[in-house]
């Protein structure tokens, strides 16, 4: 069973920076591809940004591009996003996710993920 926890959620005004954290534990390899999604009141889960399992290659949703930046310490399998100039639509739950095997791509489908963490609220006032 693979568990993953993030953390670093919270209140930030637009314009600001934030760092989330998602730590993986139990049964794994660390060889499987890492993501983020979000997800608003209301509407579907949107892919945010994903990772190799390497770390080598990223790939960023359009509302991320540019924003948000991923990394991955496989010695603490730890991933982390860290968002700047944070906008009012960029509030929502954040989710870490993981894939059941390795990819020679970064996934960006939730279908791809099979392990997902409890979320972690990200609220951006205007």
């Known amino acids: 069973q693979v568990q993953l926890v993030e953390s670093g959620g919270g209140l930030v005004q637009a314009g600001g920076s934030l760092r989330l954290s998602c730590t993986a534990s139990g049964r794994t390899l660390s060889s499987t591809e890492m993501g983020w999604f979000r997800q608003a009141p209301g509407k579907e889960r949107e892919f945010v940004a994903g990772?190799?399992?390497?770390?080598?290659?990223?790939n960023y949703g359009d509302s991320a591009k540019g924003r948000f930046t991923l990394s991955r310490d496989t010695g603490k399998n730890t991933v982390y996003l860290q968002m700047n100039h944070l906008k009012p639509e960029d509030t929502a739950v954040y989710y870490c996710?993981?894939?059941?095997?390795?990819?020679?791509?970064?996934?960006?489908?939730?279908?791809?993920?099979?392990?997902w963490g409890q979320g972690t609220q990200v609220t951006v006032a205007s």
């Open positions: 996710a993981a894939t059941p095997w390795a990819h020679t791509y970064v996934p960006t489908t939730r279908q791809e993920y099979a392990y």
């Open positions: 990772i190799r399992w390497t770390g080598a290659g990223t």
